[in-house]
């Protein structure tokens, strides 16, 4: 009994130890070579030196981070990453070029409605510390590289106040945190850059949406005094018209 006690827990050891290695070894597959030649090339034209010299990271848009409720979904996002099994629909691939010229362009490829990736725009950066792919690497206290696991980036959110991606890390110690890239000052909001709690960064989005909605609300009464004030010289003027006619008549 000892012995089928033992086996059994020899093997429930190997179950989990062969699933955490499935877990942790893959990040998300980036694109074949062929298939970023194919996008990046400009009229249609092959270009096989199109990836060199070039770094890669996918950026998640599917679910804004303002609309993932708590944290246990975002870490659901990142064992999916993990896994690969990511919805990419209305997601990002993105390009980092260096040129010898001392630029450095980000070329963002999106997904088309047959699931081909296309050149949709680009940014460009006279600086390589401004680079994303720089910014996160910062952040990381490390080279960032596509195999990289437990970590995801998502997009810019026009609902927060961040300007940028971010990028959420699950820690060795399973508490999982997400990096702002940049300092912030904005509209009475101060972040600066760093690991912050999820609960945290859905803090400053409530107190950023809330300082628009108090501006909407100004704007609104502002613009409700301006009829008011209009509406009351027209009647004042009509008034006036009217009894300037009945005495000239």
């Given at each position: 009994?000892?012995?089928?006690?033992a086996?059994?827990?020899?093997?429930i050891?190997?179950?989990?130890?062969?699933?955490?290695i499935?877990?942790?070894?893959?990040?998300?597959?980036?694109?074949?070579n062929?298939?970023?030649i194919?996008?990046?090339?400009?009229?249609g034209e092959?270009?096989?030196?199109?990836?060199?010299?070039t770094?890669?990271f996918?950026v998640y848009?599917?679910?804004?981070?303002?609309k993932?409720?708590?944290?246990?979904?975002?870490?659901?996002?990142?064992?999916e990453?993990?896994?690969?099994?990511i919805?990419?629909?209305?997601s990002?691939?993105v390009v980092?070029?260096y040129?010898?010229?001392?630029e450095?362009l980000?070329?963002?490829?999106?997904?088309?409605?047959?699931?081909?990736?296309?050149?949709?725009?680009?940014?460009i950066y006279e600086d390589?510390?401004?680079?994303?792919?720089?910014?996160?690497?910062?952040?990381?206290?490390?080279?960032?590289?596509?195999g990289?696991?437990?970590i995801?980036?998502?997009?810019?959110?026009?609902a927060?106040?961040?300007?940028?991606v971010?990028?959420?890390?699950?820690?060795?110690?399973?508490?999982?945190?997400?990096?702002?890239?940049?300092?912030i000052?904005?509209?009475?909001?101060?972040?600066?850059?760093?690991?912050?709690?999820?609960?945290?960064?859905?803090?400053?989005?409530a107190?950023?949406?809330?300082?628009?909605?108090?501006?909407?609300?100004?704007?609104i009464?502002?613009?409700?005094g301006i009829?008011?004030?209009?509406?009351?010289?027209?009647?004042?003027?009509?008034?006036?018209?009217?009894?300037?006619y009945?005495?000239?008549?």
């Open positions: 009994m000892n012995n089928k006690a086996k059994i827990s020899v093997f050891f190997f179950c989990i130890f062969s699933l955490n499935c877990i942790n070894s893959f990040g998300i597959t980036p694109p074949s062929d298939v970023l194919n996008a990046l090339s400009k009229n092959p270009n096989q030196n199109v990836v060199n010299n770094d890669l996918f848009n599917a679910v804004p981070v303002s993932i409720k708590s944290e246990d979904k975002l870490r659901e996002l990142v064992f990453s993990n896994t690969d099994t919805d990419m629909k209305d990002n691939w980092t070029e040129k010898p010229s001392n450095y980000e070329r963002i490829l999106s997904y088309d409605k047959n699931g081909n990736l296309f050149e949709a725009e680009n940014l390589k510390n401004y680079t994303t792919i720089a910014l996160m690497s910062e952040l990381l206290g490390e080279q960032y590289n596509t990289m696991t437990n995801l980036v998502l997009g810019a959110d026009r927060t106040p961040f300007g940028s971010l990028l959420v890390k699950v820690f060795d110690d399973d508490s999982l945190k997400v990096g702002v890239l940049v300092d000052e904005r509209d009475k909001i101060s972040i600066k850059k760093g690991w912050y709690s999820f609960d945290k960064i859905k803090k400053i989005i107190l950023y949406n809330s300082d628009k909605i108090s501006v909407g609300n100004s704007i009464v502002l613009i409700g009829i008011a004030v209009l509406s009351v010289g027209f009647i004042l003027y009509k008034k006036y018209f009217n009894k300037i009945f005495i000239n008549k």
